[in-house]
């Protein structure tokens, strides 16, 4: 290690007037970990290249790989340090929704151990009876499988990693017009993810980038309704021409040109041009809704959610306005708000009852409008007794023709919204909300019109 730390500095010594990049470096950890990731690429390529100043007796090409390996490798531990300062989960277990693509399982793997330092603890496989097959024939089969590179190019332990045949789950049916998931079988996947969704496992990345879309669709319903807060649900980009390659599994760490068979003859791919993204997919959590027997797996599907439905019908949205107290009441909780906020929230509501502008949507530059504005005077006077426009805690001033200042209103608007999310909290149902549409940012109430009331008077 000690040589290798003097050949990596006196390498990257000698080529400073070569190239133009100083360095000089006392350990190898800061030398490596200082350098961005294309600076130290362009130090190993120009390596290459200038054989010529190369020490009698090294290999300077060869000291340029290994000190590209340790890079990657000390990059992925200052990703690690990273999230664990961030208070990100620093491990998690890996289920991969697949069919014939293996290749999903690795490049995963690759975003969440290289890209986001996340150490992967698990990997689970839910896939079909051919999917298996493919997932032990690519994978597990021999010392020399992708996933063995995988480890070894970028020093991981293979051992840290717990995937081995009795990790791929048989629990889709064979691909064919006749085959479909039986209901026994959507039990069995929502017993198994209870499971490892119970609160004393690690957290869950569940990807859903291969197989058909009735498994992915199916998985997400299921772990919706038993996902944790920490649990993720993701989907996997890369550049299309490499999709379902045979030949790619994850983007090595030393460049690399592939060689690729088609039917129109044979093309080369470089390796660099394989960037992996991890998409986070929006997913609704339901797990506050669910009973023990639904977290615990013990009860069918189709029961669990049929109760998880019947709690969300049953729910109570409705938002009382009370105008003499300025008062917000919703499910017993009352907020009081403030009077230039309760009259704007009170314009909304009957826009929103009304069907101004698009259903009560009220777009920002309609503002002006004399209709709306008059309602909007309307329902300030009703609540201060004061006129909406003048000085002081008015909505707008007037310029010197007596027109309204729209500038100023649209503003003190948008901050008045602001304010209700604020005082009523993001979650609250009767806070206002806005939308893209006709004419720009939009503004109202997501709510039905049975469920708003306002107490006059």
């Known amino acids: 290690m000690i040589a290798f730390q003097h050949a990596l500095s006196s390498c990257l010594g000698q080529l400073t007037t070569k190239i133009g990049f100083t360095v000089a470096p006392k350990r190898i950890a800061p030398t490596i970990g200082c350098l961005a990731p294309g600076c130290l690429e362009t130090v190993i390529f120009r390596i290459s290249y200038l054989n010529n100043y190369c020490p009698s007796g090294r290999n300077l090409a060869a000291i340029a790989n290994a000190a590209f390996l340790q890079y990657r490798y000390l990059t992925f ?3 690690r340090r990273k999230r664990m300062s961030s208070g990100k989960p620093s491990s998690c277990h890996l289920i991969v929704v697949t069919g014939l693509t293996p290749q999903v399982i690795t490049e995963a793997l690759y975003a969440l151990q290289i890209q986001e330092g996340c150490s992967v603890q698990r990997i689970s496989v839910l896939t079909t009876p051919e999917g298996s097959e493919a997932v032990q024939n690519a994978l597990m089969l021999t010392r020399e499988s992708p996933l063995e590179r995988f480890c070894h190019d970028y020093g991981i332990a293979r051992r840290s990693i717990l995937f ?5 789950y048989r629990i889709w049916p064979s691909r064919s017009v006749e085959s479909s998931l039986e209901p026994a079988s959507l039990d069995h996947l929502m017993t198994w993810l209870a499971k490892w969704c119970a609160l004393d496992k690690p957290p869950v990345v569940a990807c859903v980038a291969g197989g058909r879309k009735d498994m992915a669709v199916l998985f997400a ?9 920490e649990d993720r649900l993701v989907h996997l980009l890369i550049p299309p021409i490499f999709e379902n ?3 790619f599994f994850y983007p090595p760490p030393q460049p690399a040109t592939l060689t690729v068979h ?3 003859g044979v093309i080369f791919l470089n390796s660099t041009d394989a960037h992996v993204e991890l998409m986070e997919i929006p997913l609704i959590r339901l797990r506050s809704l669910v009973d023990e027997e639904t977290l615990t797996g013990v009860i069918p599907l189709t029961i669990a959610q049929q109760r998880v439905q019947h709690k969300l019908d049953d729910m109570d949205l409705t938002v009382r306005l009370v105008v003499s107290s300025r008062a917000v009441l919703h499910r017993g909780h009352e907020e009081i708000l403030p009077p230039k906020e309760f009259s704007l929230l009170l314009f909304f509501a009957r826009a929103r009852l009304q069907g101004w502008g698009e ?3 009220i ?3 309609r503002l002006d409008d004399p209709y709306l504005l008059s309602n909007l005077e309307q329902a300030y006077q009703e609540v201060t007794s004061g006129n909406l426009f003048g000085s002081g805690e008015s909505w707008a001033t007037k310029d010197r023709n007596g027109k309204i200042v729209f500038e100023e209103l649209k503003v ?14 993001s979650t609250h149902p009767g806070r206002v909300q806005s939308r893209k549409g006709r004419g720009g940012q939009q503004y109202g109430l997501m709510l039905d019109s049975d469920q708003i009331v306002i107490e006059e008077g």
Not at 164 to 168: A, L, R, Y
């Open 77 to 79: 531990h200052n990703c």
């Open 363 to 365: 777009a920002g530059i």
């Open 221 to 229: 319903q299921i772990f919706s309704l038993l996902a944790r807060k």
């Open 412 to 425: 003190k608007v948008v901050h008045a919204i602001s304010k209700i999310k604020n005082r009523l909290g």
């Open 164 to 168: 081995d045949q009795q990790s791929v």
């Open 245 to 247: 390659l045979a030949e």
């Open 359 to 361: 259903g009560g949507w």
């Open 262 to 264: 088609r039917a129109g």
